[in-house]
């Protein structure tokens, strides 16, 4: 991800995209969509930076696949594989409750 100033040409382009707050602007050419403008104000560069990252981009979506798909593991089985079932595993399990 890249950052720069804005050149003086595009100040005004600035203000448009101000105007807009937090809702997203599209711009179109023969009215399809072939930009978008997204306002960063409440947003963290981790954030944008894994969300235009095409490597976690194709995570998310294996995930997302494998839950349709019903692939899932569930609370306890991850707990039963974590720690050895024993008497003060059952304890904190329960504690937690």
Same mark, same amino acid.
């Given at each position: 991800?890249? @950052?720069?100033?804005? %050149?003086? !040409? +595009?100040? =005004? &382009? +600035?203000? #448009? @995209? !101000? *105007?807009? @707050? $937090?809702? *997203?602007? #599209?711009f179109t050419k023969k009215k399809r969509p072939v930009a978008a403008l997204v306002s960063l104000r409440k947003v963290d560069r981790e954030s944008l930076g894994l969300s235009t990252n095409p490597a &976690? +981009?194709? /995570? /998310? $979506? *294996?995930a997302r696949k494998e839950i349709r798909a019903g692939k899932t593991t =569930?609370? !306890?089985e991850l707990?039963?594989? @974590?720690? %050895? %079932?024993?008497? =003060?595993a059952r304890r904190i399990r329960k504690s937690r409750r």
């Open positions: 991800m890249k @950052a720069m100033k804005l %050149p003086k !040409e +595009l100040q =005004s &382009f +600035l203000k #448009v @995209a !101000e *105007t807009a @707050a $937090e809702e *997203t602007l #599209v &976690f +981009l194709k /995570i /998310i $979506e *294996t =569930s609370l !306890e707990e039963k594989k @974590a720690m %050895p %079932p024993n008497k =003060s």
